[in-house]
């Protein structure tokens, strides 16, 4: 067997002078501890929510994944702020959205799309011009409405699942600091 921890106490004197350095390390080292594992948690909500496979990376995104933060309300509260868009983009449900002219959306369609059906999301009619049609016939040959077919991103939830599996290391490491320099 090999030994792990070693307390050697000379007294009761002493047995008091070590629990008092640990009883006021310990609440400063789990703290420090705590805000480390919500950066932690920050940066991968950050980069989560840059990478979806499924879509391209706007601007609008990755500005909004750059305001994730982790803030320090006060002793012992640490909390993650986002903007509230992509609070939105994780928890929307699944709709359609018509493609009608003077839209941003139609616009972005017509740049990112350009009329094609991707991995059966988006469908946008292109007519004779090379212009994103505001009606199309479907297969069957009734004539339909163009549309963006919108799905959400959930990061956050599945980022939070996999993070938590962190947080015992890291009261392990704040533990361990506030013992050893005690």
């Known amino acids: 067997m090999v030994t792990g921890v070693v307390l050697k106490v000379n007294g009761i004197k002493e047995l008091h002078r070590f629990l008092r350095k640990v009883q006021t390390k310990l609440p400063v080292e789990v703290d420090k501890g705590m805000f480390k594992y919500a950066q932690g ?23 909004a994944a750059f305001k994730i933060k982790a803030n320090k309300l006060s002793k012992f509260r640490s909390n993650i702020t986002m903007p509230h868009s992509l609070i939105l983009l994780d928890g929307m449900s699944k709709h359609y959205v018509s493609l009608k002219r003077g839209r941003n959306i139609t616009r972005w369609a017509k740049k990112n799309f350009r009329g094609h ?9 292109r007519g004779p011009r090379n212009g994103l049609l505001e009606y199309y016939y479907d297969a ?27 947080l015992p290391n890291e009261l392990r490491k704040s533990l361990k600091k506030a ?4």
């Not at 059906?117 to 009619?125: E, H, P, Y």
């Not at 069957?140 to 409405?145: I, L, N, Y």
């Open 41 to 63: 948690v920050a940066v991968a909500l950050r980069d989560a929510a840059l990478q979806d496979p499924k879509r391209p990376i706007t601007t609008n995104r990755t500005t």
């Open 117 to 125: 059906v991707i991995t059966g999301r988006s469908r946008a009619g």
């Open 140 to 166: 069957e040959g009734k004539m339909r409405r163009s549309a963006l077919y919108v799905t959400p991103h959930r990061f956050i939830e599945r980022t939070l699942q996999t993070e938590r599996n962190k």
């Open 179 to 182: 013992l050893s320099g005690a």
